[in-house]
């Protein structure tokens, strides 16, 4: 926009735009403190709840950060991980999230929030502001988290199965999952780093111990001790047994989730497939060196990224009373 007449006037609306033009295209309504006025204690009654969770439940730190991955990959952040099936199947049903645990401590945090601030505080939101509790419960920098979400009010099995991106996904795939939900290569690397916490299902990785190629061979790209004392815990064909991601320290949000890529360690295809990629694999190589000089900011910056995908604002949606069904 040139500025020949009304120079200051015409000055001011370049500003305004300045200031609006990121915040619209960034999609969002979304904002530190959304609740400030109409709950304002909505962030420390979360904390409060959670506090007592992570005391009695550790365990449910990965299954609760991996609750908002999954709903923000789904439709956006919409809260929709949360609705139960009714007469459609639900993402909740979908094989993806068989190891999705912790709806309780969402419903126990939503009644908490209900009971101060009747219908205000979104389950959408809920999710956030719980992913980032236990992350900074665990060991992660804390960081603002934004709200403003709205919820939804469709859930489907399919929409799961086409929009998660399966453990045995390449590079290439990864990258362009993430890019299709606003995300980039950073991002990709970063929030991988997710996998610090919590188990895996052998199912999820069996392929790589037992039938890679279906000829029944292993992954070359797992080193071989590693599989030798995988294969000691996951029979062919287990579905119950977990298995730590990160090895002794699964309940510890540190970096040792990437010292296991290059020692080709990582459990799924997915995390081996980082060392495939020049940008990914210098940043695994520079936490490594730098003992995660930047890892710890990055994923507070990484969430947030996350935390805007497909979101509802403002009049769109509506906030559930209840966060297994729609109002
Ligand atoms: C990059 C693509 C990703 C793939 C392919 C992937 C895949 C998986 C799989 C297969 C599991 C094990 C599920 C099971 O068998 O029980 C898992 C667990 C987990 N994922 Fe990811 N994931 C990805 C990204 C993320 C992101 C972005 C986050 C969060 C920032 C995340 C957080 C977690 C956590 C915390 C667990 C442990 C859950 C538990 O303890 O029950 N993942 N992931
Ligand atoms: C990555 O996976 C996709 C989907 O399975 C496949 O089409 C593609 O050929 C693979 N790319 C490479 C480089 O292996
Ligand atoms: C390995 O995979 C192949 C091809 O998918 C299948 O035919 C075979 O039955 C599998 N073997 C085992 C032991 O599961
Ligand atoms: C779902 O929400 C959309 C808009 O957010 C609305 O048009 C639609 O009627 C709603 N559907 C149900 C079943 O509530
Ligand atoms: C949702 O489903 C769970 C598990 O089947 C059940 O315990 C819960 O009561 C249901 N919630 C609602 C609101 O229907
Ligand atoms: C926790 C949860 O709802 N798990 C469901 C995941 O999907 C399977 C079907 O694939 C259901 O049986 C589980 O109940």
Do not use: W
Request: hydrophobic share 40%.
């Amino acid at each position: 926009m040139a500025c020949p007449k009304l120079f200051l006037s015409c000055l001011l609306l370049q500003l305004m735009f300045l200031f609006l033009v990121p915040e619209v295209a960034h999609g969002q309504g979304l904002k530190v403190g959304f609740y400030q006025k109409t709950c304002p204690n909505a962030e420390a009654i979360v904390k409060k709840v959670m506090d007592q969770v992570m005391s009695v439940a550790p365990s449910l730190s990965g299954p609760l950060l991996r609750m908002h991955f999954h709903d923000c990959f789904v439709r956006g952040c919409e809260g929709s991980i949360l609705l139960n099936s009714s007469t459609n199947q639900a993402e909740k049903d979908a094989p993806p999230n068989f190891s999705l645990r912790g709806y309780q401590v969402i419903d126990r945090v939503k009644t908490a929030l209900e009971k101060a601030c009747p219908g205000t505080v979104s389950c959408a939101d809920v999710l956030a502001i719980v992913a980032r509790d236990v992350v900074v419960a665990t060991g992660a920098l804390s960081y603002d988290v934004e709200t403003g979400r709205r919820d939804g009010n469709v859930s489907s099995l399919n929409e799961a199965l086409n929009n998660l991106v399966p453990p045995n996904a390449n590079i290439t795939t990864l990258k362009a999952d993430f890019a299709m939900k606003g995300l980039s290569v950073k991002d990709l690397v970063v929030l991988s780093g997710g996998h610090t916490l919590g188990t895996s299902h052998c199912s999820s990785f069996s392929d790589r111990l037992y039938n890679f190629t279906g000829k029944g061979d292993t992954d070359p790209k797992l080193d071989s001790n590693y599989i030798a004392r995988l294969k000691l815990k996951c029979k062919p064909n287990d579905q119950t047994t977990l298995v730590e991601m990160d090895p002794g320290s699964v309940r510890t949000f540190d970096i040792k989730y990437f010292d296991l890529i290059p020692k080709r360690r990582g459990l799924f295809t997915s995390d081996a497939a980082l060392l495939d990629d020049s940008e990914t694999k210098a940043y695994i190589d520079l936490q490594i060196k730098t003992g995660g000089s930047t890892f710890f900011k990055d994923f507070g910056v990484s969430m947030v990224n996350m935390g805007r995908i497909g979101v509802l604002t403002g009049t769109a949606g509506e906030v559930r009373k209840v966060c297994a069904k729609v109002n």
